[in-house]
């Protein structure tokens, strides 16, 4: 039953992967991979030993004055957020286009208003703190409309207009309002990069709708939506993290009031290695027969090591591949699951403690639980069955990637 439904997966990703736009996106996916890995470690580095909440920071009490304002890191690293979705969508534009037009169009204009537009979009979904929330399914959405509504005018027109003549002009400038105004009266629920009063709610204090969002995450990632940082990042200002906080104080091996909440299931367990518990990804990975797909697991290993997996999502890639998404859903239950049954039998206390910033969700468990080393062992399983559930799914793609080596 399981090889009848992997081989209809491996098939219909492989028609998918076929489809010229499909193609023409992955391809400038990883053009600007260079750019992702810069991003990437910028990031990890930031977190790591910069900003004054950093992880290195506060083992060994040290500050580096530059950084003083997490604006500043943030900032930069918002710069390169929207570049990396801009570039994206202009290579894109490039391609799709075209494929689509005849050899003595040039396609500048579609280009330099798409590329634009991100930045229309990226400044108006930064929040008040500063932190980006940019949906790269949707810059990809509104970019393909403007593609098709710029073949429509060339088709109207029958290939006469000249490419920065008055029609062209008017149009870009009919195109880029439109946009604009549609940004902006975006609400704020899709911009904003945090949900804490929602996932504080009683209905996240129970496994099934834990389950729910382990489910939910890999999908919304996939389709290049932003995921909520209260899942991530490992915020602790959640209710249910006070609530059981508060027990624990009052009598250390109390009983917790909420065991089951997102930090102690999600953020702890399936959320290893980011989106998905792509930790076990980025193993197989490193050890895969091509080189150029073990250049990206060593890429990508340390940054999943510390649970960003945005040189996967961009380097396989991850966003919009049937392929992939299955396993992500399936590592990423089985990590709710694990947890949440661990915590039910009491063979591990839920997570209850603060870490600080960048500490791996690898090693939560063993830092913020009552019960340190159990709460490893139940992370090195969840690591240990995401690569049993990768492996079927990426051996085929990795034959393809060493023959193409």
Known sequence: MFAKILVKVQKWDRAWVNLLPVKNLFSSFKLVLPLVIIDVYWRLITRLFLDPGALFA?????????????????????????????????????????????????????????????????????????????????????????????????????????????????????????????????????????????????????????????VLAPILMVLGISIPLDLTTGVTDLAQFNTNLNAVYQSVMATLPQPQNPYSVLTAAALIGGVGATLGLALLLIFAKAKKTRRLGLWALLPALFDSNRILAYGLPLFFRPLTLVPMILSSLWGATAAGLAIKLNFIRPVVFSTPNGTPHLLLGFLASQTPWRSLIVSLLVVAGSIAIYWPFVKDMLVEEEEND
Not at 167 to 194: D, R
């Open 58 to 214: 506060a083992i060994f009490h040290y500050k580096v004055h530059v950084f003083n304002s997490p604006q500043f890191s943030q900032g930069i690293t918002n710069i390169l957020d929207y570049l990396i979705v801009a570039f994206v969508v202009a290579l894109w534009t490039k391609k799709y286009l075209t494929a689509h037009l005849s050899a003595n169009r040039d396609t500048i204009l579609p280009v330099t208003v798409n590329f634009g537009l991100v930045l229309v979009q990226t400044f108006s979904t930064v929040s008040s703190q500063g932190q980006l929330t940019i949906h790269l399914g949707l810059s990809l959405l509104v970019a393909y409309l403007i593609n098709l509504s710029y073949l429509g005018l060339t088709k109207i027109s029958k290939n006469r207009l000249q490419d920065m003549g008055f029609a062209y002009l008017v149009w870009a400038a009919i195109i880029s309002v439109a946009v604009t105004v549609f940004y902006s009266f975006l609400p704020n629920l899709v911009t904003q990069g945090t949900y804490t009063t929602f996932f504080s709610s009683d209905f996240f204090a129970h496994f099934y709708s834990l389950a729910l969002v382990a």
